[in-house]
T-cell receptor, first 112, second 115 residues
Framework: GESVGLHLPTLSVQEGDNSIINCAYS??????FIWYKQESGKGPQFIID?????DKRQGQRVTVLLNKTVKHLSLQIAATQPGDSAVYFC???????????FGKGTTLSVSS | EPEVTQTPSHQVTQMGQEVILRCVPI?????FYWYRQILGQKVEFLVS????????KSEIFDDQFSVERPDGSNFTLKIRSTKLEDSAMYFC?????????????FGPGTRLTVL
């Protein structure tokens, strides 16, 4: 797998590797965090979310980790597939119905 | 699976013209949003709408912008006099289904090109 300690705009991995995408969020009062996947020409697609009272949440092949101490969020994708190639954005908000603040995206490229 | 839909997919207009971008949020959602994304940049919040009024707006959402929910299903964004810098992808989103109030689901976007 490949790990990214700081935010990088691009990440290239081989099919089958594990991918880790990092994000630093801005507001310590944020309560809810979401990872979105955006394919070319499409809108952001919900992947997984986590609330501030949790530090880890798992989905199908994806895990989100939250470190509130350093305001850091990461997305782990297991057994990365070519279909995972996209731009990944983290987003934060402090209350339901309020603005999502998006982070800088990371372009994930998966080669087979 | 219910989806947010948007029309048109691509809108080309002359600078100074008015445009209306249309969205049909997921039914039974309560909160509606507009975001924009300039090519190659991150998604930026414009406005949120709840209970038939604006609940929050960003600095981008100035007097040239307005939103409306003209009926029970549509949600529109109007730009009164477009500028070159309004060229972007505009995304509508909705949230607020019972038991899942936070997750915002996005539509496919409208690409606005101002010439």
């Amino acid at each position: 797998g490949e790990s990214v300690g700081l935010h990088l705009p691009t990440l290239s991995v081989q099919e089958g590797d594990n991918s880790i995408i990092n994000c630093a969020y801005s507001n310590s009062a944020s309560d809810y965090f979401i990872w979105y996947k955006q394919e070319s020409g499409k809108g952001p697609q919900f992947i997984i979310d986590i609330r501030s009272n949790m530090d880890k949440r798992q989905g199908q092949r994806v895990t989100v980790l939250l470190n509130k101490t350093v305001k850091h969020l990461s997305l782990q994708i297991a057994a990365t597939q070519p279909g995972d190639s996209a731009v990944y954005f983290c987003a934060e908000t402090y209350q339901a119905g309020t603005a999502l603040i998006f982070g800088k995206g990371t372009t994930l490229s998966v080669s087979s | 699976e219910p989806e947010v839909t948007q029309t048109p997919s691509h809108q080309v207009t002359q600078m100074g013209q008015e445009v209306i971008l249309r969205c049909v949020p997921i039914s039974n959602h309560l909160y509606f949003y507009w975001y924009r994304q300039i090519l190659g940049q991150k998604v930026e919040f414009l406005v949120s709408f709840y209970n038939n009024e604006i609940s929050e707006k960003s600095e981008i959402f100035d007097d040239q912008f307005s939103v409306e929910r003209p009926d029970g299903s549509n949600f529109t964004l109007k730009i009164r006099s477009t500028k070159l810098e309004d060229s972007a992808m505009y995304f509508c989103a909705s949230s607020g289904r019972t038991g899942d109030t936070d997750t915002q689901y996005f539509g496919p976007g409208t690409r606005l090109t101002v010439l």
